[in-house]
């Protein structure tokens, strides 16, 4: 029976040859997954023992070709995730603030972006703290300038200084919510704080590669703003060179309203639109001289161009990970050219996953990649279909803008889960601001911005600016117009953990399996649906800080203060799927204690939960409630259970509710476990 069984799993994997290569990175992210999803760091002695599984599950993988080699080949991809987790985890790490600091601050700008709140901010490297050992120094830090409306910023490179205060990253705003400790480590910051303080700058010395590309990305954004004032100055800047600190809220709410984001992240529509641009016009170009076009092979020639015109654009976009990936296809497709192969294959979506996954593990967790490779696998797969049924037998003169549509509505539905998930939203009217947007900046918008860029030297931007423009503005204008719709936008609950990865799965083993058990993947995606739709969030949820708790009732969740602590209050919100504000949620009231949470409120019949903040919360006693949360230290522990600053700093964020056995408290760190990035005894040990 077991000889069967392994003659039956044989062959079901002998059909799959010839897809194998696809499934690489889809085992390689389970073990990147594996390792983010661990509770406490894999030691040394672990992690050798990895790899020497690895090996051996390749060596056993190579013997063992036309039998079970792909199961033990998948093993070694699992264990060799785990690995690439940990090992960037520890090359990227540094010192991380253990307190609340207040002093000067100095360092280098190698970043400059705009905060939640719409502030101007800096990231620093270099640093300098008054009071502080280097040793125990961040590697970078993250200030958001206040009360600077007007000043000028200190240029890219430059040295900066400035009196501000400075704290750990916060961890997460809730059990199970965003990881900011973790995404800060990937990110070497290692604290993050703002200024009321005008920030003073001086030059410092020559800037290497990575700050002269910095210097350079800035220098061309002022220039394109300056040229195009306003936000389609802005905008156009964020698309061209990856800067987005000029663009305001507003813009930017209008762009994700509608759901067209997207267009301001440097990703595949971007780079396949501008290498394909190059590579079209350098191949017309090189056949209108027939001695060129009859001697040289133009096709090759303009593979490379287009591909020399896309490395030039990721270097300057800033190389984020959609980015990334977009070259990376971009690469694969015209290496495909230049090789003679077929290009757009599922194949190639596979090895700029693994490259993506190899460089950059951390990638995995993030919407960018996420949703950067949903489109993509979505898109050659839909476009495979029709091309293999000859577009549905439509006319030459509709197939454009037929293609148009398709690749809007597959890549749409492709990264809905995903952007419902991490963002909470769903646009209603998303494809019709697509197909009334993606036509104009795929026909006017880059084809101008490359023109502007070749003219620019010669001094004859301008008409091409001009073109860009007019692009842009239309595009803003379906913005705001789908954005005001009414019912534009609706709100989403947070899915439970499981949901993603699930549904990912779901996904990946319905297109790549070969046979009737794909239908598999048809029912993890049912299942997904249904995890998502059964999913409850907290009734009572208290911040990592003790500065506010919300309590979830029937017109949703109440807050106990209209102001502070406010990425807590718009995380706790939005994955309610509640587009209400703080000040709004603050106001809602129970018919108890004047306003819910404001006083306190009964969890039960059993159990009652008070908050107190401020000079009173020094003084605070039970007063015949159950749970009191306090934001600053008692005089005295009152006697009933009381979740203090001191506490929660252990525990992290607290989400209660009511079980069998009564009252049941989930913490931020039991979600997360003991890791580099939340935990400094595990970090000292790390750096003994």
């Not at 002695?45 to 190579?62: E, N």
Request: net charge positive; aromatic share 6%.
């Amino acid at each position: 029976m077991v000889r069967a069984a392994f003659g039956t799993m044989g062959a079901a994997l002998q059909r799959q040859r010839g897809q194998l290569l696809c499934w690489a990175p889809v085992f390689l992210g389970l073990g990147i997954g594996l390792y983010f999803s661990l509770k406490e760091e894999p030691g040394v002695s672990v992690l050798w023992a990895l790899a020497g599984a690895a090996l051996v599950s390749f060596a056993v993988a190579h013997l063992a070709r036309a039998h079970l080699g792909p199961l033990f080949f998948a093993a070694g991809l699992v264990a060799l995730g785990l690995i690439l987790g940990a090992v960037r985890a520890h090359n990227v790490g540094g010192p991380v603030l253990e307190f609340r600091y207040y002093g000067t601050i100095e360092g280098r700008v190698v970043a400059i972006d705009r905060s939640g709140s719409d502030r101007p901010r800096l990231t620093l490297d270099r640093v300098r703290l008054e009071r502080v050992s280097p040793a125990r120094t961040p590697l970078r830090v993250r200030v958001s300038l206040h009360g600077q409306e007007g000043l000028p910023l200190p240029q890219p490179g430059a040295h900066a200084m400035m009196t501000g205060h400075l704290s750990p990253p916060p961890s997460p705003a809730e059990p199970r919510g965003f990881d900011f400790e973790r995404h800060a480590w990937f990110q070497q910051i290692g604290a993050v704080g703002y200024t009321r303080a005008p920030a003073l700058s001086f030059a410092g010395p020559e800037p290497g590669l990575a700050l002269w590309v910095f210097r350079t990305r800035m220098a061309l954004s002022a220039a394109i703003r300056a040229a195009l004032p306003g936000e389609a100055g802005a905008v156009a800047a964020a698309i061209t060179v990856g800067d987005r600190s000029g663009m305001g809220q507003e813009t930017v709410e209008n762009l994700r309203r509608a759901n067209l984001a997207h267009l301001l992240a440097i990703s595949g529509l971007h780079m396949g639109l501008l290498t394909g641009f190059v590579f079209g016009a350098l191949r017309f170009g090189l056949a209108l001289v027939p001695a060129l076009a009859l001697a040289w092979p133009t096709r090759k020639i303009a593979a490379i161009g287009a591909l020399l015109a896309g490395a030039a654009y990721l270097g300057l976009s800033g190389g984020a990970v959609a980015t990334e990936r977009a070259f990376v296809m971009a690469a694969v497709v015209f290496g495909a050219v230049l090789l003679d192969r077929r290009a757009l294959t599922l194949r190639a979506v596979a090895l700029a996953a693994l490259v993506v996954l190899t460089l950059r593990p951390e990638a995995l967790l993030g919407p960018g990649f996420q949703m950067s490779f949903a489109a993509t696998t979505a898109l050659v797969v839909a476009f495979r279909w029709l091309s293999e049924r000859d577009m549905l037998g439509l006319p030459r003169l509709l197939r454009p803008a037929f293609a148009v549509f398709a690749s809007s509505l597959v890549a749409g539905l492709a990264t809905a889960p995903f952007a419902a998930a991490h963002f909470n939203i769903v646009s209603h009217y998303g494809l019709v601001a697509n197909l009334l947007s993606v036509p104009v900046m795929g026909a006017v918008v880059m084809p101008a911005a490359v023109l502007a860029a070749l003219l620019a030297p010669l001094g004859l931007a301008a008409p091409a600016l001009w073109v860009m423009e007019r692009g842009i503005l239309w595009i803003l204008f379906v913005a705001e117009r789908v954005s005001g719709l009414d019912g534009a936008v609706g709100r989403i609950l947070a899915p439970r953990p499981e949901v993603l990865p699930l549904l990912a799965l779901g996904a990946i083993f319905l297109i790549l399996w070969r046979g009737r058990a794909r239908c598999g993947g048809a029912a993890a995606l049912g299942l997904a649906a249904l995890l998502w739709a059964g999913t409850e969030r907290p009734p009572v949820l208290v911040s990592p800080t003790g500065g506010l708790v919300g309590i979830l009732g029937a017109e949703g969740r109440t807050l106990s203060k209209a102001r502070g602590d406010g990425f807590a209050a718009r995380s706790w919100l939005e994955n309610d799927g509640d587009d209400a504000d703080q000040a709004t949620a603050f106001a809602r009231g129970s018919g108890e204690g004047q306003g819910g949470a404001r006083a306190g409120a009964r969890l039960s019949r059993a159990v009652s939960i008070r908050h107190v903040t401020g000079v009173k919360a020094a003084t605070a006693t039970c007063g015949g409630d159950d749970i009191l949360v306090l934001n600053k230290e008692p005089e005295t522990m009152p006697a009933c259970t009381a979740h203090t600053p001191r506490s929660l700093r252990d525990t992290g964020a607290l989400a209660m509710s009511m079980g069998p056995e009564g009252l049941e408290t989930l913490t931020a760190r039991e979600v997360t476990g003991r890791r580099l990035w939340n935990d400094r005894t595990v970090r000292a040990a790390r750096s003994r």
